[in-house]
């Protein structure tokens, strides 16, 4: 009888420990999943365990799982750097991330990765490094603190490929010959946006105006003259993936995002980027008027250079000295007013009303004088 009674009781335990729940969650917990093991060891070609009450026969050391937490879960960043112009910001960034759940490997990796903790620490690293190499770089991003303005999109756009796998969201191509079109996808974005925005002082270099100083050129006159080369179908099919990448930011900017980061496991639901924002709001407004005066000062030396064109170019049309031209455009560009000198060049009303009376009577007195009449005649 004592046998049979330790044997009810080993298999009353065994029974009783085998049966085992996997959160569902909650409010204030997430919904968790599980990880098959045996003996120990992990066996990730497993299908992951629901949440619910499972049984596991011999639970821990035969059958039983690792829990792995199933919801989503997220960080803010904050990233302060320097611009090229001297400027300090800094820019809020909000991400969140999901369990890549169906798949096994997906999940092997998020373990690897140190789960919810580790994944946590390596997107931290990857935005902040990228966002700050961005802001402050002289070859990309903006250059001053006005252009860092409405930077969202360009800067969601940089992070989302750093973040998401490179097969998900390639570079641009050329038509169908997968060739990458030299033109760097932020830029693409800012070009086709509606309304246009101006290119950044770097990215003006590249593919805005041939000539600085031609204000009636385009601002993208370099890239208008590539787009223009396109035929009708590589234009479509640019078209269609820029709007396609467009759309991919949008949606993950609204946190409806479903491209992977395999490496971690995981999927990117959400990026949101805030505005860029100045650590010294008072350093802001000192290099803000450094950069009016500047441009105030480009915009004069400009200014000069044509006025000096137009001056020589009017005295040479209208044979006149070059002071007299300066004069003539001056006042036909409202510089200056021309004042006539009353006291050379006006005269009285009354004076203007009698001079036609004053002439008739010369007429007359010349008319009825016969010695006037035989003078005027001999002096004809």
Not at 124 to 152: M, V, W
Not at 222 to 245: C, G, N, Y
Not at 262 to 268: K, T
């Amino acid at each position: 009888m004592g046998i049979i009674a330790l044997l009810v009781q080993g298999v009353a335990y065994i029974i009783l420990q085998g049966w085992q729940e996997i959160p569902a969650g909650s409010e204030k917990s997430p919904p968790y999943i599980g990880v098959p093991t045996f003996l120990g060891r992990p066996q990730y070609d497993k299908e992951p365990i629901e949440p619910g009450m499972h049984f596991f026969l011999g639970f821990p050391l035969l059958w039983g799982f690792i829990p792995i937490p199933a919801g989503k879960f997220g960080d803010k960043n904050e990233i302060e750097v320097i611009l090229p112009d001297g400027t300090p910001v800094k820019q809020s960034l909000g991400w969140t991330l999901l369990l890549d759940k169906k798949d096994p490997e997906a999940i092997r990796r998020f373990i690897e990765s140190g789960c919810e903790a580790g994944v946590k620490g390596q997107i931290h690293e990857i935005i902040t490094e990228r966002g700050r190499e961005f802001l402050s770089s002289k070859e990309k991003g903006p250059h001053k603190y006005r252009e860092a303005q409405g930077i969202q999109e360009e800067m969601s756009w940089v992070l989302f490929r750093a973040i998401v796998d490179r097969e998900d969201v390639s570079q641009v191509c050329l038509g169908t010959s997968g060739e990458p079109f030299p033109v760097p996808t932020s830029v693409l974005l800012k070009y086709s946006n509606v309304p246009r925005k101006s290119p950044s002082e770097c990215e003006a270099k590249a593919w805005g105006r041939e000539d600085p100083n031609n204000k009636e050129a385009s601002e993208w006159e370099k890239l208008d003259k590539i787009i223009d080369k396109l035929t009708d179908e590589e234009f479509a099919s640019l078209k269609q993936q820029i709007e396609e990448r467009r759309k991919a930011i949008q949606e993950t900017r609204d946190g409806r995002g479903e491209h992977k980061k395999r490496g971690l496991g995981v999927i990117l639901c959400r990026l949101n980027i805030g505005e860029v924002m100045p650590t010294d709001p008072e350093m802001v407004k000192a290099i803000q008027k450094k950069a009016i005066e500047q441009e105030e000062k480009e915009a004069d030396a400009i200014e000069m250079k044509f006025a000096r064109g137009a001056i020589k170019e009017t005295a040479m049309d209208l044979e006149v000295k070059k002071e007299t031209a300066a004069n003539i455009l001056h006042i036909e560009r409202g510089k200056i007013t021309k004042i006539i000198n009353a006291t050379e060049y006006s005269a009285s009303e009354g004076l203007l009303n009698a001079i036609p009376i004053i002439i008739e009577g010369i007429a007359r007195a010349i008319k009825g004088n016969p010695q006037t009449q035989e003078g005027v005649k001999k002096n004809g």
